[in-house]
């Protein structure tokens, strides 16, 4: 049996009935990546590391001692996650040398789960991308079409689970980096509420937007892997002290009441129509299950595009401004003038604008600018401080249409994946992208993706479910009805 192509909870089952060890399942993974390398899924990994915490695990478990709900389980790591002593570099040139002193608290808890840690992923460099394509590692590439990008940021974690590289990967998502990821890959991803996972030793983009998500082939993986990362943590300040249920044992408990939102300003102008067909044939499946739907409006979400990059811009500007050279990061060793009047600045400066010209990319140059420019003297009150009152007013229009219904169902993404190098040069088709996920991160609400369709080319497409603040278990449940009724969860690329 290939134990590469089972769930995550089916490979639990395996290894709980003795079925296989975790030192199989993880050769068989490794042997996997080393075939597929080609994907570029994986900036780190070491596979006499992987196999000695499967050794540990099947100790243990031969030992009859208790172990915890990943035990022997794979997990992908986005390199923008702690991982003692591990190279974590978010893509970059500017972190290639760094090996943190710790575990990010999310790593420590799927450490204390007993999951293997399976390598750290290829990313848009320090998050900020759509396509995985700003990565200082080159791009991943689509398992489903490898002339076609995976997504991103996390695009490196979603290729891992849709090419069976990985059974579970953990992302991050400022605008949508797992919700995307998740849809142009055929996989289910979660973002949840802003305050269920804790953020420590997760290196920031922007701090009031990010939040840490799982990556699986079905519901039952993502609740399982949500049950060990989230809760309260003191660690970090913004993690939120509330309940955090069993998701996975009441996931398959019918929701209390199907009520369904459709977006009226998300069905319209830049959808495609094939992309459109296949969410309304989901709006079809859950009325055949009993839902009632209707017509929401969040008025303010054409606003959410340039909200979004006055916030995390800003936010980007002020949590990089600490990668100069002299204690973080990459330092230049050539820092002699390189146009006039910089020989007269001091050797200090002269070697900070020479490091951070060469360890970031375009991408994130261009986001500090404008980040720096909309907090700048004259200009705040003008730029950043509107930005958080259409923030204010796209959360209120969140909390009025969930007053109504229970979830709002959308598409993920407007289009399927796109070519490799398509839109690297157009920013603005870049960050349309992510039109349908942005609003979801001002207002600090869970987002689920879940696969719904191909099109007429074979490319996935993603549904997205949101609910109200820290209502995961719900979304949940709802989006199991759908998974229950359907079949495209259990799609894989046919990829060798």
Excluded at 128 to 148: C, I, K, Q, V
Excluded at 330 to 348: C, Q, T, V
Excluded at 371 to 390: E, I, M, P, R
Aim: proline letters at 7%; glycine letters at 10%; one cysteine or more.
């Amino acid at each position: 049996m290939d134990f590469t192509r089972v769930t995550a909870t089916g490979l639990l089952a395996q290894l709980n009935a003795g079925a296989t060890t975790s030192v199989e399942v993880v050769r068989g993974y490794l042997d996997r990546a080393d075939r597929l390398g080609r994907l570029n899924v994986f900036v780190h990994l070491e596979p006499e590391a992987a196999l000695a915490q499967a050794r540990v695990i099947d100790g243990k478990r031969r030992a009859g001692e208790r172990l915890g709900p990943l035990a022997g389980v794979p997990v992908a790591i986005k390199d923008v996650l702690c991982v003692e002593g591990e190279p974590t570099t978010c893509g970059s040139r500017m972190l290639k040398n760094f090996r943190p002193p710790y575990d990010a608290t999310v790593i420590a808890r799927l450490k204390a789960a007993g999951a293997i840690l399976f390598g750290k992923t290829n990313m848009d460099e320090f998050a900020m991308g759509s396509s995985t394509e700003t990565s200082a590692y080159g791009p991943t590439l689509n398992p489903w079409d490898e002339s076609r990008i995976p997504g991103g940021s996390s695009g490196g974690s979603a290729a891992a689970v849709a090419a069976s590289l990985a059974p579970l990967a953990l992302g991050s998502d400022t605008g949508g980096s797992i919700r995307q990821p998740a849809t142009l890959c055929g996989i289910t991803g979660l973002k949840p509420s802003y305050g269920r996972v804790s953020r420590y030793g997760l290196i920031a983009f922007a701090s009031s937007l990010d939040q840490v998500g799982p990556f699986g082939h079905d519901l039952a993986d993502i609740a399982l892997l949500l049950g060990v990362i989230a809760g309260r943590d003191p660690m970090d300040s913004t993690s939120v002290d509330a309940p955090v249920p069993d998701y996975a044992a009441t996931l398959d408990a019918p929701p209390d009441t199907l009520r369904i939102g459709l977006v009226r300003e998300y069905f319209g102008e830049g959808l495609d129509p094939e992309i459109e067909a296949a969410i309304r044939e989901a709006v079809r499946v859950y009325e055949a299950a009993g839902a009632t739907t209707k017509e929401v409006s969040l008025p303010h979400a054409k606003y959410g595009i340039p909200a979004y990059y006055i916030v995390a811009p800003a936010e980007c500007s002020s949590n990089l401004a600490r990668y100069d050279g002299t204690i973080y990061g990459h330092r230049a060793e050539d820092f002699s003038p390189r146009s006039p009047g910089e020989e007269d600045l001091p050797p200090m400066i002269r070697m900070m604008m020479a490091s951070r010209a060469e360890g970031f990319g375009a991408e994130v140059k261009r986001r500090i600018m404008l980040g720096t420019f909309a907090l700048s003297a004259g200009y705040a009150d003008q730029y950043y401080n509107q930005a958080l009152k259409v923030r204010r007013l796209i959360r209120d229009d969140f909390d009025a249409a969930f007053k109504e219904v229970d979830v709002l169902l959308i598409p993920t993404s407007p289009t399927a994946a796109f070519k490799i190098g398509e839109r690297i040069e157009d920013p603005l088709a870049m960050y349309l992208s992510d039109i349908y996920t942005i609003t979801t991160n001002l207002a600090g609400i869970p987002g689920l993706s879940v696969p719904c369709g191909l099109t007429r080319s074979g490319l996935p497409i993603g549904m997205q479910l949101l609910a109200p603040a820290f209502a995961e278990e719900n979304l949940l449940r709802t989006a199991r009805v759908f998974e229950r009724a359907t079949d495209w969860h259990t799609r894989r690329p046919e990829i060798v």
